[in-house]
């Protein structure tokens, strides 16, 4: 039995410099105890340990950038066989190279789980920490305290000296305490709540700032809760406020319906004119050309509000082949046209590469408006949710209806959503042809974004052909 011993619990670089010498020279994964320095004894303390077999034997080993990506939010995980089950996943993939991507695997199964909750966890610590003022011999300092379900506390640090690079600050929690003095980041052992302090004049700022971007139409007290779980509630100043803005909500909502302005939102005079230029010369109800007009002033959900215009889909009207992606992206939104971008660019390499003309094809997407959150300069996608799906559905209807393909092809779980009106894996779907109550037959595969998405050259490499793949079995079919 070996045993190792982690620096703390989100030790990741431990367990990783561990991992390499263990695997490498081929210990077996139930020869390893692993234990977090200041743990109770483990369940092996009496049996005898033997060394650490020496770095050099971690050669041979390979590794995925994604395994790793993986691996650094499942150690924060507070399961305590996180560290096995990583241990034995690491040595899985030796043998099983696309490993992870067997979503239903026991182990992978575990391993995405743990990660998903720490990326949760590590959301809402970066989204609730509220810091508190307090004056010191050196001036002010800011003071807050969190108590993680996880053990997120590294990982979220960064974040913060990003976001208050200017402020001394410390993030007190009960297992270790991160600090900021504006030149270095360091951690210090947990503490207790006591030390931080309790109220503050930035209590007030924050509970003026929390009632103004307060939206009472939004409201919904279960997905609030499951957002911010009522355990945090105490360590947030406008928690106060909580209960007075849900009573007045319900009149306040009715007012902001009744004050929605009725005029479409100013353009820049570039986007118009593009708008312009793009519109087809002759105007009618009829037929694709009247569709995509109506569509520019399509208020079927709130997308609208934050996208520069409609992106509708684009093709010829006796197009055989009808591919439908998720929604426009930055560059969509602004040039009004679908699939220009990056992934649009990798889509027209590999529908090439499968012997499909785009001209020839039909394309579009399930959700026709930019949903976009701003951050900055910059205006980061967000991914549609079901409402705003199944509220474009309608324009995907029409548009099948008028074009009357031999096949649909839903790129990605968003267009699976949209045209099957139901949600299906992609990984467990790809290849196959579900019928949909709304557009006929459905072949699916995966979304182009995806293969940008992978890091690992190799497995882009494969992806990619896979995809190119799926659009050859599409040719087959729709051509013969
Ligand atoms: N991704 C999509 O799904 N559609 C586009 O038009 C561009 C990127």
Redesign the pocket.
Known sequence: MIAVELAHAADFDGWRAAARSLAGAAVAGESVVWRVKGDAADLFGDEPKGPMPAQSAAGALTVSRHFLDLAERVVCHRDPTRFALLYRLLLRLQEQHRLLDHATDDDVFRADAMAKAVRRERHKMTAYVRFREIVTDDGPAFITWFEPEHHVERLSAPFFVDRFAAMRWSILTPEVCAHWDLQALTFTPGTTRDFAPDDDRLEEHWRTYYANIFNPARLKIGAMKREMPMRYWKNLPESSLIPGLIQKASAQSDGMIASVPMAAPKRSPKILAQQEAGKPAARHEGGLDGLRHAAEGCKRCPLWANATQT?FGEGRADAQLLFV?????D??DLAG????????QLFDRALAAAGIDREAAY?T??VKHFKNEPRGKRRLHKSPNVSEINACRWWIEQESALLKPRLTIA??A??VRSLTGESHSVLKTRGQVLASPFVGDVFVTV???FLLRLRDEAEKAREYDAFVADLETVRRLAYG
């Open positions: 992106v992606g998720e929604q426009p992206g560059k969509e046209r679908p699939f220009i971008g990056p992934a649009g394309v997407n399930a790129m990605g968003t267009a979304h182009p974004s």
